[in-house]
T-cell receptor
Framework: DQQVKQNSPSLSVQEGRISILNCDYTNSMFDYFLWYKKYPAEGPTFLISISSIKDKNEDGRFTVFLNKSAKHLSLHIVPSQPGDSAVYFCAASSEPGAGSYQLTFGKGTKLSVIP | DGGITQSPKYLFRKEGQNVTLSCEQNLNHDAMYWYRQDPGQGLRLIYYSQIVNDFQKGDIAEGYSVSREKKESFPLTVTSAQKNPTAFYLC??????????FGSGTRLTVV
């Protein structure tokens, strides 16, 4: 049973427009969420995170929104650039101290930004 | 420069052979992990270790083994019991769930 779901395998966006990547989760114990960006044949790189005590976190062109009641988070990229073309993974975890060091990943969404 | 080093980047294995993937980190992270990525499958956890000389099975541990004799090192052995070993393998380390850092990966192909 998938605990973290990224229902869109791919997304195409025009350069300069907004990219919105979505992620849903089912485990109510998750309270820390991360987004990773991955290029082919490379390891994922950390992009942005959000704790459940917040509903929004912003870092430059990247903003993550969390809706705890809907168990939904989204990553907004504004404006989108061709270099943003990659696979984006959503990941979730419980807070340290709960005994879990594991991240649970979604299957990823491949973003293509068209010049 | 702190980071995680995985070697080799590409590895070929004959059927029936064991092969060991290397992972070294100099970030002084306590925890280390091995993930496997298959097309359309995301990242699946194979094994993880929170401290030296201790490790736990992840979701897909069958056919794999690990050791954690040193804080810096967490090698993964893909045994002949792993029926479908061709995949992209990623090592990671963390301080709790913060500062989760991945290596650049090893592509294993069975020939």
């Amino acid at each position: 049973d998938q605990q973290v779901k990224q229902n869109s395998p791919s997304l195409s966006v025009q350069e300069g427009r907004i990219s919105i990547l979505n992620c849903d989760y089912t485990n109510s114990m998750f309270d820390y969420f991360l987004w990773y960006k991955k290029y082919p044949a490379e390891g994922p790189t950390f992009l942005i995170s959000i704790s459940s005590i917040k509903d929004k976190n912003e870092d430059g062109r990247f903003t993550v929104f969390l809706n705890k009641s809907a168990k939904h988070l989204s990553l907004h990229i504004v404006p989108s650039q061709p270099g943003d073309s990659a696979v984006y993974f959503c990941a979730a975890s419980s807070e340290p101290g709960a005994g879990s060091y594991q991240l649970t990943f979604g299957k990823g969404t491949k973003l293509s930004v068209i010049p | 420069d702190g980071g995680i080093t995985q070697s080799p980047k590409y590895l070929f294995r004959k059927e029936g052979q064991n092969v060991t993937l290397s992972c070294e980190q100099n970030l002084n992270h306590d925890a280390m992990y091995w993930y496997r990525q298959d097309p359309g499958q995301g990242l699946r956890l194979i094994y993880y270790s929170q401290i030296v000389n201790d490790f736990q099975k992840g979701d897909i541990a069958e056919g794999y083994s690990v050791s954690r004799e040193k804080k810096e090192s967490f090698p993964l052995t893909v045994t002949s019991a792993q029926k479908n070993p061709t995949a992209f393998y990623l090592c990671a380390s963390s301080m709790g769930t913060r500062f989760y850092t991945f290596g650049s990966g090893t592509r294993l192909t069975v020939v």
